[in-house]
């Protein structure tokens, strides 16, 4: 008999690795944070002891969701500006309230609110981009979520830093976080078109020599992409191109606009794609060919981006939204099924961001980041097909246990690292200042 | 000082008409069923005395919604097949199992475990399409809740009833609950596809003789369209203008191949369409022109299709795919903005049944259909706009009471008029006969 801390007795595990296994009977063993094993019930219980012992008998575990792009703080602006396209939604709403009231508070309690919902919805690791990184750092590490903490790099001043700072408060805190197992620096250049050729080469320089990803919003628009072959001669594509950015650590958001050629190429070239299905479609951005994408072989995360243009922080609605969504666009029912929208959300989220090897399935000697989701609700019933009912039926309330590195985050729907009172009373603050 | 059965004071109340409107400090009174006055809260104390009082100080309270597109009893083949196109979907996998398996007994268990759904996310109204619609309309008096009753009629022999007996048994079922204030019988012939010229004529004469509606799939997929011109020698649209189905009392689901003179057509005959977005997407079956349809002045309603091709029956979830996908395929993020979907989702099914003076709106002397939806969880928060919590960043969990008639079918969660276990078990049985 071997010792661990945890043995989890569910219904149903699927571990995403293979891509469309569905094991019963099974045991996930957790010790010292990891996977120990993935192994037959019967066996679990000959071999290992543990401390605690979880039964799920209604309950289908998996890895916890990876939401690839997000902009946490962004909570605290949801339907502030609804039913508008992106510019003027930018320029005349978010950017202004921005100025007027961001500030590192505001991105605590933002972040605070926002890692409350991922928790709620099974996400167990973000990849984030806004003002104060250093404070969607601090939250994270609180609320114990693994995070990408986003490095972000604009042209132009903001209530975080001047031009010509980002980077420096950028490494520096790359610096303050580096020893911290759940949490990964990211560097985030807003945009090609927010960010000039200077602080971008900047960027792909520190990048390689940390061995870090790039989170860019790129190819949102077709304004974008028309407005930089007006001003540059060339696709922003072919811009970060030359200017060395695309490759195995780029991790390129949107990505709506998009040439045979430009699949090809980045498929070639290793990037990682991050699909947000339900902002592009709110935005009426365009729509990312995710079916190209994947038959070419590139790497397909979903985000859900922030929730003033989602709204919510809901991945598993995401994921299914992201599912049906890739059918109707390639005109193919068969175009990312469940499986393959359930890789989406996990291992293709992981391997964006440098982190197969750590989390975004079950395997052993990974990571314990994993949920536990109830399937015995009436809109899960009745259950010919647990994939099936994951990816097309599941809703996020069915979530019950959130762990990751084996702490429990949430327990049979309750928090244990977050305060929800407080964070809706602060919530409610920020409207009443924002827009008395 | 009058008396009334019920006063409810929430926080606010979304009454759909006028469009966009939100009143605060305001309460909905109920009498007999009915509304007998929506009115400033103050003075609802001053001039109303009632039996009972609810205060909902976290809840908006909104029509219920209006389901305008169901097969009901297929709930019991949710996840059955999944990542097919329709016709592979339905030939190889639908109806077969139909066939072995569907009788009145699968029919009352499956639209119980529907209403069930129904109930807990806010649905008041829905409008069915399946074999056996005696069990559909039994099940429905025993759960409180309005339905249209389709009565189905196709070319060839089913469970339900051999070619030629479709018209008499409905007739028949249409005598049997035509005095249920709560049902309305809608014919059904299922589509242009699979119901021949001469039942068509005798469901038109039958419907204007009756006065009742026509509920009939139309132009689902290119195929259908293609098919049709092939052997009639012209597209569906066409032959049901010749037969003389379209007009006011049609109700034309799925609409995804629209050309632009059949929109001027749709909108100069008074037809109602029902969008079933989810389930276009999942069969890859096309996108239905919702912003043009809508700008023509067509009534558009919404609707889940059936748990088999959804797979939830959230009309909630469906109402924002519809304005998500709308902003997509119209390439404008101002189309179908939040009142408006609101307005599909409840007066617009409404309409389609020829139920606007009765359902679908908060407005005094309507039936009291209405639903508490609890504002104040994370998701929601926080608050600035309603409308847009309700349609953007709402989820189904969030509706806490329900009210038909102002009989209450929801209260703080929990099923007056069904037993969520006996229907789970039910499903449970189900699914072990037909896939053992």
Redesign the interface.
Known sequence: MQNADLLVFPRWIVPVEPAGTVLEDHALVVHNGRIADLLPAEFARQSWRAGETLNFPRHAVMPGLVNAHTHAAMS?L???A?????ME?LQNHIWPVESAHVNRAFCEDGVR?AC??FI?GGVTCFNDMYFFPDATADVALETGLRAGVGLIVLDFPTVWAQPGEYLHKGLELHDRIKGEPLLRTVFAPHAPYTVSDGPLKDVRKYADELGIPVHMHVHETADEVDTSVRIHGQRPWQRLKQLGLVGPNLIAVHMTQLTDAEIADGAENGVSVVHCP?S?????S??CPVGKLLAAGVNVALGTDG?AS?????LL?EMR?AA??A??I??????V??AQALHMATLAGAKALGLEAETGSLKKGKSADFIAVDL?D????????VL??LV??G???QVTEVFVAGRALLRNRKFTTLD?ET??AK??E??LR??P
């Open positions: 605290l949801r339907g502030l609804d039913d508008l396209p992106l939604w609110l409350a919902e709620r339900e592009n479609l709110k935005l009426a365009g729509f929730a989602n709204n919510d922080l809901d609605g939204t049906l969504l059918k109707g390639a005109q193919d029912a068969r175009a099924p469940a015995s009436l809109n899960t019933q009745p259950l010919y097909n099936s009912q097309y039926a809703a996020s309330r929800e964070i809706i919530a409610a920020w409207r924002i827009k």
